[in-house]
């Protein structure tokens, strides 16, 4: 009796697996790997502590669609002198026929606040040769001298410029205002190339962006890094 028990259970067991091998022999529904996008950090470049012309990011080498209308050469850089911001925020050199403005851009988001906003830029048609410095905004997470260049980057997109942003890959020492920190070269939709950058200053956020129209950049260089070291904080 025990033998046929057996043998049955043998039996229906294998009826079981034969049902299952015709269901998969009509058919299986494969799962398809979700595929893992892989975010690249730009590498930490073996640069010297100060703003130094990279193998210039040009609109070609970034890929980024640039207008085709004809870019006018930016006018010669006049003699520097000294102008200092409101409240003695920070002093900076700039070419003495540069437009200079001062005003407050206002950020809505989860929260809304103002950011002060300084900008300087050649006489011309844009985009000319320029630096804006935005500072005392306030930031949901901790930021040092060592990122706080990726935050001033995300508020340059949100009301400092209008153009569409492409950044190079290389992360770069910089020495903005004495304060040792990094930044990223970039190329825009509008024509201009640059350097965006950020510092922290006695718990005080700044931003800053320094650029002139990309087939001009080269020549500029020298203006601009001399620019970014005259900076000095005032607080």
């Given at each position: 009796?025990?033998?046929?028990?057996?043998?049955?259970?043998?039996?229906?067991?294998?009826?079981?697996?034969?049902?299952?091998?015709?269901?998969?022999?009509?058919?299986?529904?494969?799962?398809?790997?979700?595929?893992?996008?892989?975010?690249?950090?730009?590498?930490?470049?073996?640069?010297?502590?100060?703003?130094?012309?990279?193998?210039?990011?040009?609109?070609?080498?970034?890929?980024?669609l640039i207008p085709t209308r004809t870019l006018t050469p930016p006018a010669t850089a006049a003699p520097m002198q000294v102008v200092v911001a409101r409240?003695?925020?920070?002093?900076?050199?700039?070419?003495?026929?540069?437009?200079?403005?001062?005003?407050?851009?206002?950020?809505?988001?989860?929260?809304?606040?103002?950011?002060?906003?300084?900008?300087?830029?050649?006489?011309?048609?844009?985009?000319?040769?320029?630096?804006?410095?935005?500072?005392?905004?306030?930031?949901?997470?901790?930021?040092?001298?060592?990122?706080v260049w990726e935050s001033a980057f995300a508020l340059t997109a949100l009301v400092i410029k209008s153009c569409a942003t492409q950044l190079g890959q290389?992360?770069?020492?910089?020495?903005?205002?004495?304060?040792?920190?990094?930044?990223?070269?970039?190329?825009?939709?509008?024509?201009?190339?640059?350097?965006?950058?950020?510092?922290?200053?006695?718990?005080?956020?700044?931003?800053?962006?320094?650029?002139?129209?990309?087939?001009?950049?080269?020549?500029?260089?020298?203006?601009?890094?001399?620019?970014?070291?005259?900076?000095?904080?005032?607080?």
């Open positions: 009796m025990q033998n046929r028990t057996s043998s049955f259970r043998r039996f229906v067991l294998a009826g079981i697996l034969a049902v299952v091998l015709a269901a998969c022999a009509q058919g299986t529904e494969r799962v398809v790997p979700t595929k893992l996008v892989q975010t690249t950090i730009p590498p930490i470049g073996s640069r010297p502590p100060t703003w130094t012309p990279a193998a210039v990011a040009t609109p070609h080498d970034a890929g980024t409240g003695n925020a920070f002093s900076i050199q700039i070419p003495s026929n540069w437009k200079v403005t001062e005003s407050t851009r206002r950020v809505e988001g989860r929260a809304v606040y103002e950011v002060k906003y300084f900008s300087a830029v050649g006489p011309g048609d844009p985009p000319q040769p320029g630096v804006i410095i935005f500072y005392e905004w306030p930031s949901s997470v901790a930021v040092t001298n060592d990122n290389e992360k770069l020492p910089v020495d903005f205002g004495g304060e040792a920190s990094y930044g990223v070269e970039y190329v825009d939709s509008c024509g201009a190339a640059g350097l965006v950058t950020g510092a922290v200053h006695h718990d005080v956020n700044y931003g800053a962006l320094f650029e002139a129209p990309a087939p001009y950049f080269g020549e500029w260089f020298p203006v601009l890094r001399e620019i970014l070291l005259s900076i000095s904080f005032g607080r």
